[in-house]
Each structure stands twice: as structure tokens, then as C-alpha cells.
């Protein structure tokens, strides 16, 4: 036998390419593209339907705690196995540091979580809370050694936002190591202002989670964490761009020739800020920050995806479920909206919402399709070509859709841990219906084949992004 599978008759889909041609699959990797390959030991129709990268969805949250008492929707079983059936072949969740908490031991923590639970590839982002000495010194430099090549840093919410000398220093760190920071870009000051005064005026319901962050606060913060990029000479990714503004901020920063890169989520391009204002606590199933805003900045991410200004796709999937005192209906949550937990699963409908709102509307083609959604995130993040792509040496990481299923997204069409999808009625036209990891199927026409432990955890080289473009502020006289 030449191959173990080949996949056959279908139309493969690149970043630069469109092709009817066969896949050929050996020990988990693609062997051969292209017509009469020869045998193998399974021979899989794909005619009529689409071959692509599988999906890789480099923002996630996976069993990460939040505020006392409450708990994350997925574990790395039921996030990953949602992110399979949605079309997805590896995901990037974040390893979060609390305050006082070593790095080291946070990842060994994460991985003690993740470590034979997961049906597609993992692997963690860090996320940076106390920037000690010890952290900036010598864990970061170490753990980025080790192959955890990128940091999110947030600049608000308590616990977790840095001032701007820390921000600095970690920027620093990344620039010296050659690590990629994301950036939550949010003014902490401003929000903690806007919630004491909404609260005081008794406006605490869900809805007014959007008047507490509204787009200056999310475009003050763009510029800066830009500026403060601009100082360090070190790149960044901001992540979960949400309206014109920051869009256009990030943009002018790449007319100028920064490296400054740009990331939006599903909720941003077909939710609005009227979701937050459902009968009672249902608009708790909205609460995620940014916020959505309104249709005008919905069309403005359209444009940043479009025109390049973001380069990833990705869910920002953080769920928590609705009906439930650990989740969005915590006793807390329902005294203000400050309280209530902050996020919102996406992981299994991102592929389709950008599918059919994108590609099957025209806004943007199939090869940017499989950009925005694999091959950008693969390379950003230090994994291409071995992920992200088919080309003869990949690994075999491959999604095969049917274009013209037509599906109403509904709960109980989902596979993770989450009650409730905040897509719930949207129909897209275009499903992922087999998934496949390292050449083996997870998901095999829309069921479950795969197991719990198949997927593993994936060390990173450094991103060819990260790369500093020019001089830090303080070496350029
Ligand atoms: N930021 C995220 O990236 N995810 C969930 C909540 C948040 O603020
Ligand atoms: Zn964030
Ligand atoms: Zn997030």
C-alpha cells in the first residue's frame, strides 16, 4: 500500500490556491496532492465538498477559573470536542497566572489539565498577571525557551491589569526573547469610573455592561498598548477588535510600518449591543468584552478582515453557562452586571459564521477564508508550515465541508460543556461535516469517532512575526 488514506475528488482549498485534487495521507502527515496517487488502505469521497486546513482557533479559554465561585462551561474534553465537530484541528487556550503564582507552575498546572483529555491539538498561550522580577527575569525568558512563545497581557480587570511600566517590561521581555504579546485593550480606570456611576444610578442590568465600555474606552487603550509597542519596538497582536475605531487605529500603525496586528471574533461581524437587552437575565448570555457594538461597526471589522488590518479570525470562546449559580446566573451577576461572567462560547460556530456570512456572501473569498481562519493563526503563532495548511509534509489536520448544507445553529446541535449559544436561530449555509487530526478522523460525517487523549499538545518555534521591525525608543540616538 502507498498511503494510508487518500481523500478523493475534492476541492482543496489553500490560502493561495483552489484545486480539484486528492490528498494522500502517511503517518499523519500529507504525502502527495494530486491525481491517481495510487492505493491505500482507505479511500475517502470527498466529491462535492470542500477539503480544507482544519480550522485553528488561537483564541480560546478552556477550564480556566474566574471570580469565586464561578466555573468555566468547557474543560479541554468538551472544548476540544466542540472545536472538532466545528471544524476545527487545533485550538490555543491561554495558561493563566494569578497573582503570586509562579509561571512554571501555572503551565504545569494547565497541563495537568489538558494532558490526555483533548480531541484536537493544543497549545497554551501564557497570560501574564504579576510581572515580578522573577517573572520578567527569568521564568518568561525560560518558558518562552520552551516553547510557549506568546503572552496576553490585559489592561484591565482586577487581578489581571498591568500598568503601563509592566506592560513596558513585558514587551521588553518579548522583544529579547522574541515572543509575541496580545494585548486586551480596554482602559481599566475608565470602566471602573463608568460602572461606579451606572451602578449608582441603578442601571445594573446586563445591558448597561455595554455602556460601561463603550468604543473610547477600547480605542484609548488600542492606541496606547500601540504607542507602547511603538517605544519598545516589539509587536503585538491586539486581540478581540471590535468597532471602526480601534480598527483604524491598528491600521494607521501598519500604514506607518509597525508591526502591529489585528484580531476579531464572531460576536463582532452578528451581534449587537441590543442582544445585552433581553427580558430579565438573558442578555447575561451576551456579557463579553469588548462588547457588541452596532451594525456600523460591524461592517468596520468586515472591512479590517477585507482589507487585511486583522490578520485572525478567531472566537474568543470563554463560555459559561446561563442557567446556572456558577455561571452567567450567579446570585452576584444578578445585583449588577459587573459581576456577571465575562464571555461567551463560539469555538464550534465560528467556521460556519465565517463561512457563510463571508464566503457565501461574497465578502471575502475561500482562500482568505482559510487564511483568517488557519494559515494566518499557524504562522502568528510560530506552527506553520507544520500546521495550518495542505502541503506535502503538513500534518494531516484537515476539514472536509459540505458547502450547501444549510443549518440553523441551535443548542442542541453543540458539543461542549456550555446551555446555550449566543448564534441560537442564525442559519449558515456551509457545515464542517468531518474533521480530521494527524490523519486520523475525529469527527467522520457529522459523528463522533475520535477520542478523548488523541490530540496532543503541540511545543511552538517562535513567530516569524515577532520579529522586531526597527530600534527601541531608547537605543535609537
Ligand atoms: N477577554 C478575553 O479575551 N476573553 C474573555 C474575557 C475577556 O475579557
Ligand atoms: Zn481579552
Ligand atoms: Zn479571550
Known amino acids: 500500500m502507498d498511503f494510508d488514506t487518500i481523500i478523493r475528488s475534492g476541492t482543496v482549498a489553500t490560502e493561495s490556491q483552489t484545486q480539484q485534487c486528492d490528498v494522500a495521507i502517511r503517518d499523519g502527515r500529507i504525502a502527495a496532492l494530486g491525481r491517481d496517487l495510487g492505493d491505500a488502505r482507505e479511500i475517502v469521497d470527498a466529491s462535492g465538498h470542500l477539503v480544507l486546513p482544519g480550522g485553528i482557533d488561537s483564541h480560546v479559554h478552556l477550564a480556566q477559573p474566574s471570580a469565586p465561585g464561578i466555573v468555566m462551561a468547557d474543560d479541554f474534553a468538551s472544548g476540544t470536542l466542540a472545536a472538532a465537530f466545528g471544524g476545527n484541528t487545533m485550538v490555543l487556550p491561554f495558561a493563566l497566572q494569578q497573582k503570586g503564582q509562579s509561571l512554571r507552575e501555572v503551565v504545569k498546572q494547565?497541563?495537568?489539565?489538558?494532558?490526555?483529555?483533548?480531541?484536537?491539538?493544543?497549545?497554551?498561550?501564557?497570560i501574564i498577571a504579576d510581572a515580578t522580577e522573577r517573572v520578567l527575569g527569568q521564568e518568561l525568558p525560560a518558558l518562552v525557551g520552551d516553547g510557549y512563545t506568546s503572552f496576553k497581557v490585559f489592561m484591565t480587570y482586577e487581578g489581571l491589569a498591568l500598568s503601563d511600566m509592566e506592560m513596558l517590561n513585558v514587551m521588553a521581555v518579548a522583544r529579547e526573547t522574541g515572543a509575541l504579546v496580545m494585548v486586551h485593550a480596554e482602559n481599566y480606570d475608565a470602566i471602573r469610573f463608568l460602572t461606579d456611576r451606572l451602578e449608582r444610578a441603578g442601571k445594573t442590568a446586563p445591558k448597561f455592561h455595554a455602556t460601561s465600555r463603550p468604543i473610547p474606552v477600547e480605542r484609548e487603550a488600542t492606541h496606547r498598548a500601540i504607542s507602547l509597542a511603538e517605544l519598545v519596538?516589539?509587536?503585538?497582536?491586539?486581540?478581540?477588535?471590535?468597532?471602526r475605531d480601534a480598527m483604524e487605529e491598528i491600521r494607521r500603525a501598519q500604514e506607518r510600518g509597525l508591526k502591529i496586528y489585528g484580531e476579531t471574533c464572531p460576536q463582532y461581524l452578528v451581534l449587537t449591543e441590543k442582544d445585552l437587552d433581553g427580558l430579565n437575565m438573558t442578555g447575561a448570555k451576551y456579557v463579553c468584552s469588548p462588547p457588541p457594538r452596532d451594525t456600523a461597526s460591524q461592517q468596520a471589522c468586515w472591512e479590517g478582515l477585507q482589507q487585511g488590518v486583522?490578520?485572525?479570525?478567531?472566537?474568543?470562546?470563554?463560555?459559561?453557562?446561563?442557567?446556572?449559580?456558577?455561571?452567567?446566573?450567579?446570585?452576584?451577576g444578578r445585583t449588577s452586571f459587573r459581576w456577571v461572567p465575562n464571555g461567551i462560547p463560539g469555538v464550534e460556530t465560528r467556521l460556519p459564521i465565517l463561512y457563510s456570512e463571508g464566503v457565501g456572501k461574497g465578502r471575502v473569498s475561500l482562500n482568505e477564508f482559510v487564511a483568517l481562519t488557519a494559515t494566518n493563526h499557524a504562522r502568528t503563532y510560530g506552527l506553520y508550515p507544520r500546521k495550518g495548511t495542505i502541503a506535502v509534509g503538513s500534518d494531516a489536520d484537515i476539514a472536509i465541508w459540505d458547502p450547501a448544507r444549510e443549518v440553523t445553529i441551535t443548542q442542541t446541535l453543540m458539543h461542549g460543556g456550555c446551555d446555550y449559544t449566543p448564534y441560537e436561530g442564525i442559519t449558515v449555509k456551509g457545515w464542517p461535516v468531518s474533521t480530521m487530526v494527524r490523519g486520523k478522523f475525529v469527527v467522520r460525517d457529522g459523528a463522533l469517532v475520535g477520542r478523548e487523549g488523541a490530540g496532543l499538545y503541540i511545543t511552538r518555534e517562535k513567530s516569524p512575526l515577532a520579529v522586531p521591525g526597527g530600534r527601541s525608543a531608547w537605543e535609537a540616538t
Open 233 to 243: 519596538d516589539v509587536p503585538i497582536m491586539i486581540v478581540h477588535v471590535s468597532n
Open 310 to 332: 486583522f490578520s485572525l479570525f478567531s472566537s474568543d470562546h470563554c463560555p459559561f453557562r446561563y442557567d446556572d449559580p456558577k455561571g452567567k446566573l450567579h446570585p452576584k
Open 110 to 126: 494547565y497541563h495537568a489539565k489538558a494532558d490526555g483529555r483533548c480531541y484536537v491539538d493544543v497549545s497554551f498561550h501564557l
